[in-house]
């Protein structure tokens, strides 16, 4: 999995390519703490380069906005595209998060 950030105003724009999954989702929370001790809260996660995200991909995913939600901040997801975005919808977390379909439309809310 890979990591591409940018800061567009005040979100943290995150990218993430590849799988997330019970190999790489430690790494999602790790790379969290570390955005969050950098004094990012509010957060978009890009995943419109991820090829798979499984059932660990999504605790990771739900864990690290509860960390930004406890730190006054949120999480938005963006760019879900075929599998992800089918599994993310069945899962539920589609009516959990604000999901939107570019990282602009994040940010401009």
């Not at 591409?4 to 430690?26: C, E, F, H, P, Q």
């Not at 929370?29 to 996660?45: A, P, R």
């Not at 906005?65 to 599998?83: F, I, N, S, V």
């Amino acid at each position: 999995m890979e990591f591409k950030n940018d800061k567009m105003g005040d979100y943290y724009v995150v990218s993430i390519a590849g799988r997330l999954d019970a190999m790489t989702s430690g790494e999602l929370e790790k790379q969290c703490d570390i955005w969050l001790s950098q004094g990012e809260h509010d957060i978009v996660l890009d995943m419109g380069n991820l090829e798979y995200i499984s059932s660990a991909g999504l605790r990771s995913i739900l864990s690290s906005a509860k960390k930004l939600k406890k730190k006054g901040g949120d999480l938005y997801l963006c760019g879900l595209e075929g599998l992800v975005a089918e599994v993310l919808k069945m899962s539920g977390f589609a009516a959990i998060f604000q999901i939107f379909e570019t990282r602009e439309q994040a940010i401009n809310g």
